[in-house]
């Protein structure tokens, strides 16, 4: 299974739907995205920074980024919301 093979996500941010910054585009896959340091890469403990939610647009492909609990993403086939 590849990456874009799986059905496609519709982006609501605090309940309003967000599009691409670039191409104004309304569907988005998702990964978790580590936000290192210097310090912890020096230190060999790069595994325990934290992470981010990116999404990223299916059309033009750029890469959002998104800390905390607003974003909220939903299945663009069935409308259910993702876990």
Known sequence: MGFFDRPPYVATINGEVFRCVVCQGGLFTSRSIKLNTGGMEF?????????????????????????????????????ARAS
């Open 43 to 79: 230190l060999d403990l790069a595994w325990a920074n934290k992470s981010s939610l990116g999404v990223i647009c299916t059309n033009c492909g750029y890469v959002h980024e998104f800390l905390g609990d607003a974003l909220q993403l939903w299945d663009s086939e069935s409308g």
